[in-house]
């Protein structure tokens, strides 16, 4: 069993910055997929951004890409997203995800098998 705790959300005014972290208990974490997704009142969870079990590979969610940066420290299982020139359509509520191990694919939900409880993001325009 994952668990998945996120931090790091708040309010921040457009243009700035915001760094979540995702602290997870598996020992598997090194041969997890990673993913963000984020949900905005009344719409359904997106996908954000991901980075492969290595590190090596990252995938972005093309309204962030530029602006969002996923990092991951396999030694403090720990899983980052840095979030530059935030916009106030960035407000949502973000969730940190682990796939199971050696899953490759990233997209969907249903790539997942963990989540974290979600952290608020606002951005006041």
């Known amino acids: 069993q994952v668990q998945l705790v996120e931090s790091g959300g708040g309010l921040v005014q457009a243009g700035g910055s915001l760094r979540l972290s995702c602290a997870a208990s598996?020992?598997?974490?090194?041969?997890?997929?990673m993913g963000w997704f984020r949900q905005a009142p009344g719409k359904e969870r997106d996908f954000v951004a991901a980075?492969?079990?290595?590190?090596?590979?990252?995938y972005y969610e093309d309204s962030v890409k530029g602006r969002f940066a996923i990092s991951r420290d396999n030694a403090k299982k720990s899983v980052y997203l840095q979030m530059n020139s935030l916009k106030p359509e960035d407000t949502a509520v973000y969730y940190c995800a682990a796939s199971a191990p050696y899953w490759r694919n990233y997209v969907r939900q249903s790539d997942y098998n963990a989540w974290g409880q979600g952290t608020q993001v606002t951005v006041s325009s």
């Open positions: 598996a020992r598997t974490f090194s041969s997890r997929t």
């Open positions: 980075i492969s079990w290595s590190g090596g590979t990252t």
